[in-house]
Structures are given as C-alpha cells and as structure tokens.
C-alpha cells in the first residue's frame, strides 16, 4: 500500500476532481442538458477513472510484482489478484 500512500495527495485530487465531475454531470442531467453535452461529460469522466486506475494499477505492479524480496508463489497470487480486479473493472 505504499505506493497510494507516497502519491496520496496526488491521487485525491484526481479523486475529486472526478467528484466535481459527477456533480456537474448530474446538475447537466437535472438542467436538462442537451444529450451530446452530457455524452462528453460522461466520456470526461471515464477517462478520468480509467486514469486514476492507470496510475494505482501501475504503482501496485512496479511497487508489488516488481519487488525482488517475494516469492514466485506470492508474486503468482498477486498477478492473480490483479487479474481478478481487471477482469471486474472491464465488464
């Protein structure tokens, strides 16, 4: 977990500003935004999540499987851990 906690600063901000983002989205919604704004908000907003999951996902592998101190079996069952969240996060 030291990786989130190092870029924690970094990574909250990413975090809200996506909040910010939803917030607007659903002011867009409720003023009854014309469909092609909302779409772009929507499409801001994925690509603010898969960024933010970029950046964790990546610290965690150079931080966890890239770590010479752990075993093959344990590097195994992180891959498998991360694999697992992949396939939930790409459904």
Same mark, same amino acid.
């Given at each position: %977990?030291?990786?989130?906690?190092?870029?924690? !600063?970094?990574? #909250?901000?990413?975090?809200?500003?996506?909040?910010?983002?939803?917030? @607007?989205?659903? !002011?867009? #919604?409720?003023?009854?935004?014309?469909?092609?704004? $909302?779409?772009?908000?929507?499409?801001?907003?994925?690509?603010?999540?898969?960024? #933010? %999951?970029?950046?964790?996902?990546?610290?965690? %592998?150079? $931080?966890? #499987?890239?770590?010479?101190?752990?075993?093959? @079996?344990?590097?195994?069952?992180?891959?498998?851990?991360?694999?697992?969240?992949?396939?939930?996060?790409?459904?």
């Amino acid at each position: %977990m030291g990786h989130t906690i190092a870029a924690k !600063k970094k990574l #909250l901000a990413r975090v809200r500003r996506i909040q910010g983002q939803s917030a @607007a989205l659903e !002011k867009s #919604l409720e003023n009854e935004t014309e469909c092609l704004a $909302v779409l772009q908000q929507i499409a801001a907003i994925k690509g603010a999540i898969n960024g #933010l %999951m970029k950046e964790v996902l990546e610290g965690h %592998m150079r $931080v966890h #499987l890239g770590a010479d101190n752990i075993t093959q @079996a344990e590097r195994e069952i992180e891959v498998e851990q991360v694999i697992s969240v992949l396939k939930s996060y790409l459904k």
